[in-house]
């Protein structure tokens, strides 16, 4: 099934950094839900299509990959986790189970790890710490387009603090490292 969604992925990506991104949100979504007992396969494939059309269709972002998503055969369940990324932003499906929750959370994270990581002497998520994200998280000015708000408000629905999401994003992050160029 993965390979299935990797696939379906680089169809509608080649942006090198999209694909990449979405791979970070993969291996992040994996780990959360190793934490949590849930399945990580299917996490990660939540996480791995969960910006399907955004190279292609960046005004219609979402509301293509439900489409795309409901052509290829996938439930309802798996589109409604994909959509929940989004809410607030382009649709207003709202973030209810611990997945949901999870992707709309790290999402917006990964990119500022990803960022934080670029900015190190090593380039890499595998001497990082919490800490140095959090400094990054506190500068406005760094990686200006990630939506500080969003990971707040995530990590709220989350009954999480900052400092454990990071952790666990980081980690997550760690365990796809090489694929990452991290």
């Known amino acids: 099934m993965r390979e299935k969604a990797y696939e379906l992925l680089t169809e509608y990506n080649k942006n090198e950094s999209l694909v990449r991104h979405a791979l970070a949100v993969e291996a992040v979504m994996r780990y959360f839900a190793s934490k949590t007992g849930n399945d990580e396969d299917y996490w990660g ?4 299509l969960h910006d399907l059309d955004y190279e292609l269709y960046p005004e219609q972002h979402c509301r293509m990959t439900e ?18 990324h989004g809410y607030g932003m382009c ?10 929750k999870v992707l709309y959370t790290i999402d917006e994270l990964t990119g500022l790890v990803t960022a934080a990581a670029y900015m190190r002497p090593s380039r890499s998520v595998m001497d990082m710490e919490v800490k140095s994200v959090k400094k990054k998280f506190k500068d406005k000015a760094f990686a200006a387009g990630v ?3 969003v990971i ?22 760690r365990s796809a490292a090489d694929t990452l160029g991290l």
Request: proline content about 2%; overall charge negative.
């Open 45 to 48: 494939e939540v996480g791995l």
């Open 67 to 84: 489409k795309i998503l409901k052509d290829k055969g996938y439930d309802e369940a798996f589109i409604r986790a994909v959509m929940s």
């Open 91 to 100: 649709t207003d499906v709202e973030p209810e189970l611990t997945m949901e």
């Open 147 to 149: 939506n500080r708000d």
């Open 152 to 173: 707040l408000s995530g990590c709220e629905m989350l009954g999480m603090d900052l400092d454990t999401v990071i952790a666990y994003t980081i980690e997550g992050m």
